[in-house]
């Protein structure tokens, strides 16, 4: 498939101390889209960094024409700029990465392609380039996401991810954290929703510090464990809990934002509905 013929597709980047790779990333991203689809949006999401993160987005703006920045004021966590920047999206196909670097994202021609006929389409670090105690303990905690919750893929945390605008809604995180990915997968698994998972490439990081520590697998672990007792255990069937339905919140400042693109239409696939016993919630 062609870019003429591809669905517009916005990409979100959720940055938070990343200025050492933003402007890499950001000039990686506008040229990989631009060679592949014919209109996109690049959001990157400053997750109230304390370094030179906005600033070098700001001076990256000139020769980045499809790129907007969107700030957060204080730190909320990764989850949180995601939701930002999904509810900033203007396209029909939504996708997020991380601001590091780690993956080649010619390889979203192809997701899109897979989105086509699906309404998520993730992917998999085929040959992680992560040190073997971070792919141990991934390998672990996908067993156990696998498990407790049906997430249904392989590496739940791979920041490749592809998703209709429509079904969306339905998905919205409401983690700040890094459970975030674990969450949205359930939640398709929740609404029967058909995923597809490809493998993708991983490249070492390009630069700065990852921010997931060993102090991030007890939380995650904890939250994991939460999740499972809330949705599974005590749940009485398989539906998505209020807060998923609330009224979305403003989207903070748009900052430097550079609107060229026209906003598509979103006719083509149904809406997400909430189960009957919810929709006063929404």
């Not at 991934?138 to 997430?151: H, I, K, P």
Request: with cysteine; charged share 25%.
């Amino acid at each position: 498939m062609d870019a003429a013929n591809r669905a517009g597709l916005s990409l979100v980047i959720p940055a938070f101390n990343e200025a050492a790779v933003i402007a890499r990333a950001i000039a990686e991203a506008e040229t990989a889209l631009a060679a592949h689809f014919e209109a996109f949006e690049l959001l990157v999401v400053d997750d109230g960094s304390s370094d030179d993160t906005a600033a070098e987005v700001r001076n990256a703006l000139p020769g980045a024409p499809h790129t907007r920045l969107l700030r957060h004021e204080g730190n909320r966590g990764y989850g949180a700029a995601l939701r930002t920047g999904f509810e900033a999206a203007r396209f029909e196909l939504v996708a997020f990465t991380d601001a590091d670097c780690q993956f080649d994202l010619t390889d979203l021609a192809r997701l899109v392609d897979l989105a086509t006929e699906v309404p998520v389409a993730v992917g998999y670090r085929a040959d992680r380039k992560d040190p073997w105690r971070r792919r141990f303990l991934s390998w672990g905690y996908n067993v156990m996401a696998r498990a407790l919750l049906g997430t249904r893929v392989r590496d739940v945390d791979c920041a490749l991810k592809i998703f209709r605008r429509t079904v969306l809604a339905g998905l919205m995180p409401e983690s700040r954290g890094f459970f975030v990915n674990t969450e949205m997968m359930t939640r398709a698994r929740q609404l029967n929703l058909p995923v597809t998972e490809i493998p993708v490439t991983h490249r070492p990081r390009a630069g700065g510090e990852s921010k997931v520590s060993l102090r991030e697998v007890p939380r995650t672990a904890r939250k994991l464990f939460s999740f499972w007792w809330r949705e599974v255990v005590r749940g009485t069937s398989p539906v998505l809990t209020p807060a998923v339905f609330q009224t979305k919140v403003p989207v903070p400042q748009v900052v430097d934002a550079l609107e060229r693109v026209p906003a598509p239409s979103l006719s083509r696939d149904p809406q997400v509905v909430p189960p009957a016993r919810h929709r006063a919630a929404a």
